[in-house]
């Protein structure tokens, strides 16, 4: 089992930069893929960047490529989200996942595991 708390979300404007944590219980943590995703008012929890066990894997989605960057530390148990040049469009409660895989499945969330109980991130234009 594996519990994830993610933090660090807040208001900022267009053009500027936040860090998602998301901390995580249980010896397996280093084992499982993980993965950030989103979900705007309205519509479904979208894919947003997921990295590998090993971290030698990562995906993005493509409207995150270049601007966002998903890393791990094993030691600290956590995963994080830089997220720069900040747009309104990233408006969304973003959600930690880990998937029991060493990397993961699918990027549609029904293939996950495990979930955050969300960060709302607010970029105003």
């Known amino acids: 089992q594996v519990q994830l708390v993610e933090s660090g979300g807040g208001l900022v404007q267009a053009g500027g930069s936040l860090r998602l944590s998301c901390a995580a219980s249980?010896?397996?943590?280093?084992?499982?893929?993980m993965g950030w995703f989103r979900q705007a008012p309205g519509n479904e929890r979208e894919f947003v960047a997921a990295?590998?066990?090993?971290?030698?894997?990562?995906d993005y989605e493509e409207s995150v490529k270049g601007r966002f960057t998903i890393s791990r530390d094993s030691a600290k148990n956590t995963v994080y989200l830089q997220m720069n040049s900040l747009k309104a469009e990233d408006t969304a409660v973003y959600y930690c996942?880990?998937?029991?895989?060493?990397?993961?499945?699918?990027?549609?969330?029904?293939?996950?595991?495990?979930w955050g109980q969300g960060t709302q991130v607010t970029v105003s234009s």
């Open positions: 249980g010896r397996t943590f280093s084992r499982y893929a």
């Open positions: 996942a880990a998937d029991k895989g060493i990397t993961w499945s699918n990027t549609h969330y029904s293939a996950w595991d495990y």
């Open positions: 990295i590998s066990w090993s971290g030698e894997y990562t």
